[in-house]
């Protein structure tokens, strides 16, 4: 049995919209923000108590990179892996990783804008050096991106799902006006059907309510 444990536009949409992808089958579990992660029974999944994590036979492992690479090693037929000794093989791992340095940012926002609710939980000087910062990892992308479709010059691959992901959640924070290859990439990976499954259906638990957080104005 192969099965997903997932929170509605958190990282783990990375690893559903994946699994779409690849075209496998699977149990999804939907779990809630609102009620605590942390707790003795889940963490016999995910010792942090995060999601996502994956279960597929006698394997349990979390870490979206981690279930990324498990996923394309494991059914390479996919094509949406770049093995060692393919050309693109280590720019395929960077890219992967490069996912989660744009991820740091996206949750440190996340937590200003819409975990920590009320105004003086929040640090407002903290709120703006991460929204420079994310924007500096997203003008990478735009020069990475310029001449092709995807992070890689050969089509897409799941790093692309990794990447996508974070441009999803980084354009609530960052407009991307100015970053014309990023926001076509955007709206690429959002026509792709698999990402579109991997979004959260009419009235599942959203984690963003608005389209775009601005800044405080202090
Ligand atoms: N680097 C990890 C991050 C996982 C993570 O922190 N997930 C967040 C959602 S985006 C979570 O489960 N948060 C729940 C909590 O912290 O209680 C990955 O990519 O899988």
Redesign the pocket.
């Known amino acids: 049995m192969r099965r997903l444990h997932h929170?509605w536009?958190?990282?783990?949409t990375?690893?559903l919209a994946l699994l779409y992808e690849m075209g496998l089958e699977f149990e999804l579990v939907v779990?809630s923000?609102l009620k605590?992660?942390?707790t003795e029974a889940y963490r016999k999944l995910?010792p942090?108590?995060?999601?996502?994590a994956l279960e597929d036979g006698d394997l349990t492992i979390?870490?979206?990179?981690?279930?990324t690479e498990y996923l394309v090693t494991t059914y390479p037929q996919s094509g949406l892996g770049r093995p060692i000794g393919d050309a693109e093989h280590w720019q395929w791992v960077q890219w992967l990783h490069f996912?989660?340095t744009i991820?740091?940012h996206?949750?440190t926002l996340?937590q200003h804008h819409v975990v920590l609710r009320k105004d003086w939980m929040r640090s407002p000087t903290v709120m703006k050096y991460e929204t420079m910062r994310l924007a500096r990892t997203l003008a990478v992308l735009e020069e990475a991106l310029e001449g092709q479709d995807y992070l890689l010059a050969s089509g897409f691959s799941a790093i692309d799902t990794?990447v996508g992901y974070s441009v999803y959640g980084a354009q609530r924070f960052v407009r991307l006006d100015a970053l014309p290859n990023v926001a076509a990439y955007s709206a690429r990976l959002l026509t792709r059907p698999a990402f579109q499954k991997a979004l959260p259906p009419e009235g599942a638990e959203r984690?963003y309510l608005k389209d775009f957080y601005e800044l405080p104005d202090v």
């Open positions: 929170g536009e958190s990282r783990s990375r690893s779990h923000f605590p992660l942390y995910s942090a108590g995060r999601v996502p979390f870490e979206t990179g981690a279930i996912a989660e991820g740091q996206l949750a996340t990794n984690l």
